[in-house]
């Protein structure tokens, strides 16, 4: 198994690099493998959905693109083999939909419940990382370099970010931070 994380903040070049690594193992000598776009953003509003364009157009048309903004551990279980690239793009977003998914009211200030999809799914992805063939790259944020959100839901969805983001990177034989377009790996050594 081989696991990148690649994350950085919006804008950083973060998806863009996620996919040139997806294409160097794609088009590796004696490879032969397949690439599985797996998407985690769902198209709510005109904004959003320029924004999936906009990744649509920068990718391959080839690869396969899944669409799944919950259960993500089943989808790479499906996916998994030796010779199957997995790109995710992207963490954040997942962590959202799992945090939003029963539609519930969040107070604005006191102690949040993190909602059992979310933590079902968490501890789903982590134990599938552990164990899953083949090649898997996810994108996530780093939305904790700013200034401490106001409201409590937006308070628990950094520190959420940030823990999802260590669990991944401590199991990731590859941590790659993207600043500017350009990557700094902070885990394991950079492909040829």
């Known amino acids: 198994m081989s696991?990148?994380?690649v994350f950085g903040a919006a804008r950083s070049g973060k998806s863009r690099?996620?996919?040139?690594?997806?294409?160097?193992?794609?088009?590796?000598?004696q490879a032969g493998?397949?690439?599985v776009y797996v998407a985690t953003a769902g198209s709510q509003d005109g904004e959003m959905q320029q924004r999936i364009a906009m990744h649509r157009a920068q990718?391959?048309?080839?690869?396969?693109?899944?669409?799944?903004p919950i259960a993500l551990a089943e989808v790479l279980a499906h996916y998994a083999a030796p010779d199957?690239?997995?790109?995710?793009?992207?963490?954040?977003?997942?962590?959202?939909?799992?945090?939003?998914?029963q539609q519930q009211e969040f107070p604005e200030v006191g102690q949040i419940t993190l909602p059992e999809t979310w933590l079902t799914q968490r501890a789903a992805l982590l134990a599938q990382l552990e164990r899953q063939p083949g090649q898997v790259i996810l994108v996530s944020?780093?939305?904790?370099?700013?200034?401490?959100?106001m409201g409590a839901i937006s308070r628990?969805?950094?520190?959420?970010?940030?823990?999802?983001?260590?669990?991944?990177?401590?199991?990731?034989?590859?941590v790659v931070w993207v600043a500017a377009g350009l990557p700094l790996y902070l885990k394991g050594s950079r492909p040829c």
């Open 156 to 174: 628990c969805f950094v520190d959420e970010s940030g823990r999802m983001n260590q669990a991944v990177a401590a199991i990731a034989e590859q």
């Open 3 to 5: 696991c990148t994380l």
């Open 33 to 35: 493998k397949r690439v």
């Open 59 to 68: 990718r391959p048309a080839h690869w396969l693109t899944v669409e799944q």
């Open 17 to 29: 690099y996620a996919e040139q690594l997806a294409v160097q193992a794609e088009q590796a000598e």
């Open 84 to 101: 199957c690239v997995i790109l995710v793009d992207c963490l954040t977003v997942w962590l959202s939909n799992c945090l939003f998914v």
């Open 141 to 149: 944020n780093e939305v904790g370099m700013g200034i401490v959100p």
